[in-house]
């Protein structure tokens, strides 16, 4: 069994920053990409961004520039640091891992989500 526990959601005015953070545990044998995904009231969950081994980060066209997607590889942990919020940047944002577990098999998880609410 693998969890995935982020933090660091919140209100925050627009232009300003929040850094959420997502941290696995469990039966890990290793965790091969980690990502952020957000959906907001009345659409559909969309890809932020992701990371490869801690080296290879990829960010939507939406928010290149403004967030950063980086990894603790050493603690299994995934940050997305946003910067100059948008008002229609507010969504739940979740974490997603594709994890191989102990056992050799490759899953995908998920966690709760964490609210992001940008104030105009």
């Known amino acids: 069994q693998v969890q995935l526990v982020e933090s660091g959601g919140g209100l925050v005015q627009a232009g300003g920053s929040l850094r959420l953070s997502c941290a696995a545990s469990g039966s890990i044998f290793r965790v091969n990409v980690m990502a952020w995904y957000r959906q907001a009231p009345g659409n559909e969950r969309e890809w932020v961004a992701s990371v490869i081994s801690g080296r290879d980060t990829n960010h939507a066209d939406s928010v290149k520039g403004r967030f950063t997607i980086s990894r603790d590889g050493a603690e299994n942990t995934v940050y997305l640091q946003m910067n100059s919020l948008k008002p229609e940047d507010t969504a739940v944002y979740y974490c997603?891992?594709?994890?191989?577990?102990?056992?050799?098999?490759?899953?995908?998880?998920w966690g709760q989500g964490t609210q992001v609410t940008v104030s105009s």
């Open positions: 997603n891992a594709v994890v191989q577990v102990v056992g050799g098999q490759s899953f995908s998880y």
